[in-house]
């Protein structure tokens, strides 16, 4: 699905207008490609050269600069590392390894190959309310933060006779369970704006302990499906205080699709975005006095990465994808970005969350 999102994001490349450099895809690799599969691929992609089930075939081909690897996480060590090793620019998935230890590895080859690119996937901090209340985080705007909530929620395994998938199972998905399947959507905001966990505790519930295996049979569902943690929280670089933070990881939350959000309550101002409004930012600025009011701020098309669509046109969910991509193309190409939430989620912040 990932590499369908990202092939559709390369063909409406011109959409952005200040992107000197695009993307061509010139190969696809999976185990389970189907011929209407590789079909479609084709009919967007028709530079593509190499189809295989093989994945060092496309680490060996001279055509290729640079991969997405979306595969389940007990192959990301062993697939990450063999493509930074091979020069090959990288741009993984969450969590960056099935654990501590495979994680570790990765970041020990990207610090072994400086010279290869290396980001991992998360999109949601790049709609345009989501960058205005990031860029609250570098004016100061909050003042002393007093509170943050955060979170993850999704509905997509209430129903129990849904088939089991590997995200469902420790051997394929990790111990961590939704923590590791979520976890750097969640954490990605604040590990940017340099704010540490001091100290976790967690309710950890596995809703559904078997699931069907696709085959008329039963199968184990051992993973976590659902995680609240309360942290103590800090910014590290900052005399600013403690403060509690609150991050919900959820597969099973009724009434969810795909809903990502953070509230940061301040001293000075108070900020809340949900992608159930995506367009919409609540403000509440406090400048002394009784009366407190929260401002509703529709944000239109004001992307870091411009486009042709005119600022007043709305926001959507596909224009994420674009836009984390342009992000990853443009620092790739000029190893720097227009701002401090402008860049895709780094290896380092990704050894921050199996921390």
Known sequence: MMGREFASAAARWHHLTAEETAPEITAICSRTL????????RRIAPGIRLVTADYTEVLASPDVDAVYIAVPNHLHEEMYTAAIAAGKHLMGEKPFGIGLKA???ILDACRENPEVFVRCASQYYFSPA??????MFGTGSFGRI??????????????????I??????LYNGEYGVMGDLGMHVCAVPFRAGIVALDVRAVLTKVFEERPDGAGGRAACDTWDNAVLLCSAARAESSGGIFPMTMKFQRIAPG???????????TRASAR??????NRIEVLEYGGGDRQSWQVIDTGHETVFPTVTAKIFEFGGPDHILQMWASFIHEFGHRKVPGTFAGCVTPEETALSHR
């Open 165 to 170: 998938n590997w995200k469902r199972m420790n």
């Open 146 to 163: 007093l509170e943050m909530d955060l979170g993850f929620k999704h509905s997509s395994d209430l129903n129990p006779d849904k088939p």
């Open 130 to 135: 989501a960058q205005q209340l990031c860029a």
């Open 256 to 266: 969810e699709k795909n809903t990502w959000y953070i509230s940061v309550y301040g």
């Open 273 to 278: 975005i949900s992608t159930k409004n995506i």
């Open 34 to 41: 189907d011929a209407g599969t590789v079909e479609w691929f």
């Open 103 to 105: 994680n570790t590895a």
